[in-house]
């Protein structure tokens, strides 16, 4: 079975479970914590991916780390994936959870990049424009690129708005030679 069709089945089964216990937000704040607990510990992302790792050894491992942090149904889900030797498929079904979740519920995510760090009240302001141009829900990620100089360029799925001083040069350049 491929990575994507087994991190799909496991990431639909908790879905659908935490959907039964009206837990999806909770089981995503938890995917969503997973992720970010990867991200910051390369240790810990290549640990889970070793088989030389006995899977009781990776067990306690996330249950040090994450037992007082997630709750019962995403702990009592990283048991059951654990042992059954699916350990290297957590990052992936984890992921994949979070994919599903906005699917489920209509959210869009939209990519804004800027030279400086926008503040809370312009990155809302942001937010609303983009959510009533899609007439649904988003989660607006910002992020900080000083290569772009000036602008912003926006991606909501397959769409883009590129408005950078960095493109216009680019352009300006191309339309000179």
């Given amino acids: 079975m491929s990575d994507f069709k087994l991190s799909y089945r496991y990431a639909k089964s908790i879905l659908d479970l935490a959907e039964s216990r009206q837990e999806l937000e909770v089981v995503y704040d938890d995917m969503e914590l997973f992720l ?4 910051q510990s390369k240790e810990l992302s290549g640990l889970l991916r070793k088989p030389i790792v006995k899977p009781s050894q990776k067990l306690k ?3 040090a780390l994450f037992a007082d942090k997630i709750s019962k149904i995403s702990m009592e889900f990283f048991r059951l994936i654990t042992r059954k ?6 990052e992936g079904i984890a ?34 424009m983009v959510k009533r141009s899609i007439q649904g829900d988003i989660k ?10 000036g602008g912003f360029a926006l991606r909501i799925g397959d769409r883009q708005i590129d408005e950078t001083i960095k493109t216009k040069l680019s352009r300006l350049k191309r339309g000179l030679s």
């Fill in 85 to 90: 030797g699916r350990d290297y498929f957590l």
């Fill in 36 to 39: 970010a607990f990867l991200d």
């Fill in 140 to 149: 607006l990620i910002s992020k900080q690129d000083e290569e772009v100089i």
């Fill in 95 to 128: 992921k994949e959870y979070i994919r599903q979740y906005k699917k489920h519920k209509g959210i869009v995510d939209a990519h804004l990049t800027t030279a400086i760090k926008l503040d809370q009240e312009l990155t809302n302001s942001v937010a609303e």
């Fill in 61 to 63: 491992i996330l249950e």
